[in-house]
C-alpha cells in the first residue's frame, strides 16, 4: 500500500455544560465550555484498492469496523465534498479515548480521519472548510479539530476559543458499562418534565471563564457544572460512588464527562492527580484510571505508524 496520513486526536471533557430545551430537530441548545485532555486516537488514513477499517486499543471490539463507524462517514463526506476521483482507503484506529464514554472518542476519530484523508489526497482545505464539513458528522466533531478550551453553542458545534492559561490536572475514570448519548439528553428531559420544570436558554459560564484565563485551579474546581450529570446518575447509579469516591480521595471537584459515563477530576497539580488514581484504581469502580492534562492543542498531523 503506498502513502499515508496519520491524524493525533484528544478526548474531549465539558467543564460546563448547559442544556436548554429540547429543540424541533431532536437536538439541545447547549452552552458549553469544551477543554481537550491528553488522551489521544491515532487516526491513520493510507490509499488501498478497496475500503477496510481496523480498530485497536481500549474497548476496540466495541466500535463498529465496517462503513457505520464515524471515521468512515467522514472519509466518505469529505470524498464527496472533494470529489475525489479514488476515494478507496484503509483507516487504522488506535484507541485510548474510552469507548461510548462522554469523551468524544468517536467525534475524535472522524475529526482525525478528516484531517489524515486531507492529506493523503493533498486538498488544499481551509480550517473553517474542514470545520463545516465537520459539523455535519456530528456536534463534538468540531471541537475535536480545534482543541484547546473553547465555548459551544447552538448544538455544541459553534465555537469560540477560550483564554486558558496553563494546563490543569486530571484523573479520568472510565465506567465498567458505556452510556448513549440520545438516552442520556432524553431521561434529562423525562427528569425536567416531571418537575414540571420551565426549561430555559442555556447561560454563558462567564465566571468559569475568567477562571480559566487566571489559571487558578481553585478557581476553576468550584465552578466544573454538568448539567447532563443528573441524567447520566440517574441510568448508572454507580457513578455516585464514583464521583463520591474521587473527592476522598483528594480530588479538589469531579464532574460526569458530558453524557457520561466517564467521569473527571480536576486536582491541584500532577502529583495529586497520580496520588487520586492510584487510590481510584485501587477501588474497582472502574474500567480503566488514567491521568492526563489539559487544555491541550486539537487535531494534528503525527509522522505515519
Ligand atoms: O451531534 P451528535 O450526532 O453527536 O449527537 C448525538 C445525539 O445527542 C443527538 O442525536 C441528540 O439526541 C443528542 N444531542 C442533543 N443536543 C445536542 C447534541 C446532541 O440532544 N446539542
Request: with cysteine; hydrophobic share 45%.
Amino acid at each position: 500500500m503506498m502513502g499515508g496520513a496519520t491524524a493525533r486526536v484528544p478526548a474531549k471533557i465539558n467543564l460546563h455544560l448547559g442544556v436548554g430545551p429540547l429543540r424541533e430537530d431532536g437536538y439541545h441548545e447547549l452552552s458549553t465550555v469544551f477543554c481537550a485532555l491528553s488522551l489521544y486516537d491515532d487516526v491513520t488514513v493510507r490509499a488501498a484498492d478497496e475500503f477496510s477499517i481496523s480498530v485497536t486499543g481500549e474497548g476496540a471490539h466495541e466500535v463498529p469496523a465496517d462503513p457505520t463507524n464515524l471515521a468512515a462517514r467522514a472519509v466518505q463526506a469529505l470524498a464527496e465534498y472533494a470529489n475525489v476521483a479514488d476515494p478507496a482507503v484503509a483507516i487504522e484506529i488506535a484507541k485510548q479515548i474510552p469507548v461510548a464514554g462522554g469523551m468524544a472518542g468517536g467525534s475524535a476519530d472522524a475529526a482525525g480521519a478528516l484531517l489524515a484523508a486531507a492529506r493523503l489526497w493533498r486538498l488544499e482545505l481551509s480550517r473553517e472548510d474542514l470545520s463545516d464539513l465537520a459539523a455535519t458528522l456530528g456536534s463534538d466533531v468540531p471541537f475535536c479539530l480545534l482543541g484547546g478550551a473553547a465555548l459551544g453553542s447552538n448544538r455544541g458545534e459553534e465555537l469560540l476559543p477560550v483564554l486558558h492559561r496553563g494546563e490543569l490536572h486530571w484523573v479520568v475514570v472510565a465506567a465498567k458499562g458505556g452510556l448513549s448519548t440520545p438516552a442520556v439528553y432524553h431521561e434529562l428531559d423525562r427528569l425536567r418534565a416531571g418537575r414540571g420544570e420551565k426549561v430555559r436558554p442555556p447561560e454563558r459560564p462567564d465566571e468559569l471563564m475568567v477562571a480559566l484565563a487566571s489559571g487558578d485551579v481553585h478557581a476553576v474546581a468550584p465552578l466544573l457544572h454538568n448539567e447532563l450529570q443528573p441524567a447520566a446518575v440517574s441510568l448508572q447509579p454507580l457513578l455516585r460512588r464514583t464521583l463520591r469516591a474521587g473527592r476522598e480521595a483528594g480530588a479538589l471537584a469531579g464532574i460526569v464527562s458530558g453524557s457520561g459515563p466517564t467521569c473527571a477530576f480536576l486536582c491541584d497539580g500532577e502529583d495529586s492527580a497520580i496520588a487520586v488514581a492510584t487510590e481510584l484504581s485501587g477501588l474497582g469502580v472502574a474500567r480503566a484510571v488514567r491521568t492526563a492534562r489539559g487544555p491541550v492543542a486539537g487535531a494534528r498531523l503525527i509522522p505515519a505508524h
